[in-house]
């Protein structure tokens, strides 16, 4: 049974066919109208969502199924104490394909160990977000044409912005990627990211400290708001909170055909002023985000009609362990208050590192 938890899911193969399938849904809209006709998507939402949840929505309703859910933890069995593991396996009785938000951090890998449909994670904590970087590589690809041999620059809340992990992962597949990061020191990227970028040859990438030093050289602007809800200290908060602010006077320095992202909502970070610069694409990319979402939602299904496994097995290969003395140390991981099997892998670093989060073990 094939998921979508991490974007490396994936091969750059499957993503290819997936961006392309998309195109084809925007350019022949009808031929899709009835694709799914029967099935139903279980939209499971335990963490607030406008753009992705009404995305999933409306996906599923333009291929012809049909969308049950929920939209908020407390009006869930959740609120009761049920676990994410016994509440799929309910919910596969109901449906046909699952996408789940959830503000623990692997909460959607555990889903898909017990739902025996597909699970599309719709965003798990600070950790990763799937299904934006499948939005966020069609927006690339219609605006830029190519991923090889781009500059992006990712600004903002490196280490709660789980979008900006995800789209990482699958950028440092393709080639002569740059990638600069522009944060403040409090919010740079989690360090789990850092080491498998620097194991990474195929990738370059730098820190920055402010945007004006490198926008010249930049062909994607990737901007984050602050992840106020992540912080454990208003303080903290309030101090980075206003750390980066895009206006037209930053971009007068910006290459004319470089795009501005981001995986919205939008607080500050850019002004009102720039919506109206064409390089400013993140209203087109949410658009994308509902043809792309249309695409894997009837990928997946059909791989699940064929049975077609993972091309390279996650979490259960065999570089991963089941540990008993082993514990993950991110407070914010499903495996610190659901009952689950403590799952680490080692990496190059000698680090062991929890499945579920990819934080450090304990
Ligand atoms: N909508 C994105 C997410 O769910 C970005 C954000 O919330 O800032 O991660």
Known sequence: MRHLIDPTDLTVKEIDEILALAEDIIANRAKYSEALKGKKLATLFYEPSTRTRLSFTSAM????????????????????????????????????????RHYK????????????????????????????????????????????????????????????HSLIKALSRYTGIKVILISPEELRLPDYMLHEMADNSNLE????????????????????????????????????????????????????????????????????????????????????????????????????????????????NEEYVISDDLRCGNHSCISTTEDVDHIFRKGSDGMCRCAYCEAKAK
């Open 61 to 100: 309703l333009e291929l012809g199924g049909q969308v049950i859910g929920f939209s908020d933890a407390n009006s869930s069995s959740a609120f009761k104490g049920e676990t994410v593991a016994d509440t799929v396996r309910v919910i596969r009785c109901f449906a046909d394909i699952i996408a789940m």
């Open 105 to 164: 951090e692997g909460a959607p890998l555990v889903a898909s160990q017990y739902a025996g449909i597909p699970v599309i994670n719709a965003g798990d904590g600070s950790h990763a977000h799937p299904t934006q970087t499948l939005t966020d590589l069609l927006t690339i690809k219609r605006e830029k044409g190519h991923f090889d041999n781009l500059t992006v620059g990712f600004c903002g809340d490196l280490k709660f912005g789980r979008t900006v």
């Open 205 to 316: 990438f730098r820190e920055v400290r402010t945007m004006e030093e490198v926008m010249p050289e930049l062909d994607v602007l990737y901007m984050t708001r602050v992840q106020k809800e992540r912080f454990l200290d208003d303080e903290e908060f309030d101090r980075v909170k206003d750390s980066f602010v895009l206006d037209p006077e930053k971009l007068l320095s910006a290459k004319k055909d470089m795009i501005i992202l981001h995986p919205l909502p939008r607080i500050n970070e850019i002004t009102r002023s720039v919506d109206n610069d064409p390089r400013a694409a993140y209203f087109r990319q949410v658009e994308n985000g509902k043809f792309v979402r249309m695409a894997l939602i009837y990928t997946l299904l059909k791989w699940a009609d064929e049975n077609k496994p993972f091309e390279h097995t996650p979490v259960f």
